[in-house]
């Protein structure tokens, strides 16, 4: 299943995510999971890097890039969609292939926190945390016996976890 996470800057919460999830799905065979931007910022936050290196997730390949990659055509057909962030949730998105099952997982951002270096990275590592939960209900869900009411209720309910 396809997967993708978006936020505006793609720099820190779908990259983190995107990281995650596949560090997750790909061992097992059923995810692959991609992340964009609405207005990307062109670099991935160093604080991100620094902490999927230090947790054991895979840092390679990622980078930050516009949702325009994700409706090009030619691009994968996604499953699910998934906002990190309250501002991308708000935006009209793009049309995706493969008419996606969409829900918002809002995670407060931790490149806009204003502090010194300890409360930077400890805003990475809560989202990083609560990105992980919510992965975890995600991927262990019994997508074989939910339609897609019952699905996209179960996915509602994890982004209010």
Same mark, same amino acid.
């Given at each position: ?10 720099s ?11 560090s ?32 054991? $997730? ?5 980078? @930050?890039?516009?949702?325009?990659? *994700? !409706? ?5 057909? #996604? /499953?699910?969609v ?42 990475? $590592? ?5 990105? @992980?939960?919510?992965?975890?209900? *995600? !991927? ?5 016996? #939910? /339609? ?14």
């Amino acid at each position: 299943m396809n997967v993708l996470f978006l936020c505006t800057g793609n720099s820190a919460r779908s990259i983190l995510a995107e990281s995650v999830l596949n560090s997750l799905g790909v061992g097992q065979g059923r995810f692959r999971a991609y992340s964009a931007g609405s207005h990307p910022s062109g670099t991935v936050h160093p604080f991100a890097l620094d902490l999927l290196t230090k947790n054991h $997730f895979s840092t390679e390949g990622l980078r @930050s890039k516009s949702w325009d990659e *994700f !409706a090009q055509s030619g691009a994968p057909e #996604l /499953d699910f969609v998934f906002t990190v962030c309250d501002d991308a949730a708000g935006e009209v998105c793009p049309v995706w292939p493969g008419q996606p099952v969409i829900a918002h997982w809002g995670v407060p951002d931790p490149a806009a926190v204003v502090g010194d270096e300890e409360a930077q990275r400890h805003a990475f $590592f809560m989202a990083l945390n609560q990105l @992980s939960n919510r992965i975890g209900l *995600f !991927a262990s869900l019994p997508f074989d016996k #939910l /339609d897609r009411l019952k699905l996209q209720h179960a996915l509602n309910e994890i982004g209010r976890a």
